[in-house]
């Protein structure tokens, strides 16, 4: 997949493109990432693009022109107002939709991504009418600018990709994640950690070990080692070796950690059971 990040500060994305998954998936060919100064497609002498809103107002607003000459010299004349289907050209705006998991994986299913780095108070509302496919945001808040809401959308969707993640489940298995999928025939291959010993031994694991977020809920609780931590205790359930009640433990902690930090998601998967027709609890 490439992306291509169209900004007036291009030395921002030298820091968060070199490291972890990202930097990983550069170095395997998986994402290409181009980074592109827009005053590069400016003409006067003050590399201008930005200008006064018309009737008046704070600020500065991004101007239309070197923004659809950016994006027109990715793809090409005429101008894009159907571009390629495998290809989204993304606005970064805090008036645009709300940025979520179903968004990433819909994009991690294209091969082409421009993310465009709003600035000032906006963007002339042209570019989100007749050059983006999409206007995002990424949360209730306003920043000043867009690249970093272009760093975190290049990231949650390079995540997806197959062979970005050391294991293919981590994906899977998210706070977000959506519904379930079957598991394949085959069982999957599990290892469980003794907190005394700390010997570990490989066995054939029920297939929904691990596997309880769906619907958008959150994740449940993870621990590690050491079993005690200043007198706080990893929970017994964990190091019992009862797959079953793990599983079903594990899913009520995501509901109730759910309930606690994002009840709206729980509300939305209300809403979605009702308009859908679908049974069942998140």
Request: hydrophobic fraction near 35%; glycine fraction near 8%; include cysteine.
């Amino acid at each position: 997949m490439r992306f291509d990040l169209v900004t007036i500060f291009p030395e921002f994305f030298t820091g968060p493109l070199d490291y972890g998954i990202v930097r990983r998936a550069r170095e395997a060919r998986l994402i290409e990432t181009h980074i592109h100064d827009l005053r590069n497609f400016t003409h006067d002498r003050h590399r201008t693009v930005d200008d006064r809103p018309f009737g008046g107002g704070e600020g500065m607003v991004m101007k239309c022109e070197p923004l659809f000459e950016a994006v027109e010299s990715l793809l090409g004349p005429p101008t894009p107002a159907a571009p390629p289907t495998n290809t989204a050209i993304v606005l970064l705006s805090a008036a645009g939709k709300l940025f979520r998991q179903e968004t990433a994986r819909r994009f991690a299913q294209l091969d082409r991504i421009i993310l465009i780095c709003g600035r000032y108070e906006g963007v002339d509302d042209r570019v989100a009418e007749h050059l983006a496919t999409d206007e995002i945001s990424i949360g209730d808040f306003v920043l000043s600018g867009g690249e970093l809401p272009a760093a975190m959308i290049l990231d949650a969707v390079t995540r997806l990709l197959p062979g970005a993640l050391g294991n293919e489940d981590s994906a899977v298995n998210e706070s977000f994640s959506g519904p379930l999928a079957e598991w394949e025939a085959n069982e999957a291959t599990c290892v469980t950690h003794d907190a005394q010993t700390r010997s570990h031994e490989s066995r054939t694991c029920p297939p929904d070990v691990g596997r309880v977020t769906s619907h958008g809920i959150l994740d449940y609780p993870h621990y590690t080692r050491p079993s005690s931590f200043r007198g706080w205790d990893v929970p017994e359930i964990l190091l019992s070796g009862n797959h079953e009640e793990i599983r079903l433990w594990r899913h009520a902690q995501a509901l109730e950690k759910t309930k606690r930090n994002r009840p709206d998601l729980l509300a939305a998967q209300t809403s979605i059971n009702k308009d859908g027709g679908e049974s069942g609890s998140p």
